[in-house]
T-cell receptor
Framework: GAVVSQHPSWVICKSGTSVKIECRSL??????MFWYRQFPKQSLMLMAT?????????EQGVEKDKFLINHASLTLSTLTVTSAHPEDSSFYIC???????????FGNGTRLTVT | DAKTTQPNSMESNEEEPVHLPCNHS???????IHWYRQLPSQGPEYVIH???SNVNNRMASLAIAEDRKSSTLILHRATLRDAAVYYC?????????????FGTGTRLTVIP
């Protein structure tokens, strides 16, 4: 089955620093990748949609200069949380897919803690 | 907005069938109905998806109403490993707005 690898699985960083999260599709080419954020006991919130080779489309209320998304190849997308603050602490999840009538394949998430 | 509504929680006895409902009254003709489930501290796992016809796979069955305004995920024999939060979402064209809206989902508790 299709596998999406997300790395790191957890990270602790100091306030003001930047953190990069990687999302890789291991056995398929993902034309589209999605990034989500999930707070405890809440549902997933879509942050942005990333298509290979083009700029990401951000959801309303998500700061594009704070959450930098790069989708340089069909198998890799990265999310960089810049100048992280404690309120950015959350569970970040990526998913990858091919055509819109195909399933989404999710990574196992990255738990970010900003101290 | 093509959104879905689900009951917040449901319980089932182990080895009994479970029917998880989802309403999507504003679904459009090209929206696919997807179901995913999520265990604590993990990413969601794909369960099943469909457009108009009922679908079966090794994990579950998906029953889609004739008017497509609702669907039901059927787990034929619930096991303790099926305890999770189940999300029903609509997937529109990739460029569509409000694509992939995750509602609150249904927390399924399986009673041994």
């Amino acid at each position: 089955g299709a596998v999406v690898s997300q790395h790191p699985s957890w990270v602790i960083c100091k306030s003001g620093t930047s953190v990069k999260i990687e999302c890789r599709s291991l056995d398929f080419q993902a034309t589209t990748m999605f990034w989500y954020r999930q707070f405890p006991k809440q549902s997933l919130m879509l942050m942005a949609t990333s298509n290979e080779g083009s700029k990401a489309t951000y959801e309303q209320g998500v700061e594009k200069d704070k959450f930098l998304i790069n989708h340089a190849s069909l198998t890799l997308s990265t999310l960089t949380v810049t100048s992280a603050h404690p309120e950015d602490s959350s569970f970040y999840i990526c998913s990858a897919t091919t055509y819109y009538n195909s399933p989404l394949h999710f990574g196992n998430g990255t738990r970010l803690t900003v101290t | 907005d093509a959104k879905t509504t689900q009951p917040n929680s449901m319980e089932s006895n182990e080895e009994e069938p479970v029917h998880l409902p989802c309403n999507h009254s504003t679904i459009s003709g090209t929206d696919y109905i997807h179901w995913y489930r999520q265990l604590p501290s993990q990413g969601p796992e794909y369960v099943i998806h469909g457009l108009t016809s009922n679908v079966n796979n090794r994990m579950a069955s998906l029953a889609i109403a004739e008017d497509r305004k609702s669907s039901t995920l059927i787990l034929h024999r619930a096991t303790l490993r099926d305890a999770a939060v189940y999300y029903c979402i609509l997937r529109a064209d990739q460029t569509g707005a409000n694509n992939l809206f995750f509602g609150t989902g249904t927390r399924l508790t399986v009673i041994p």
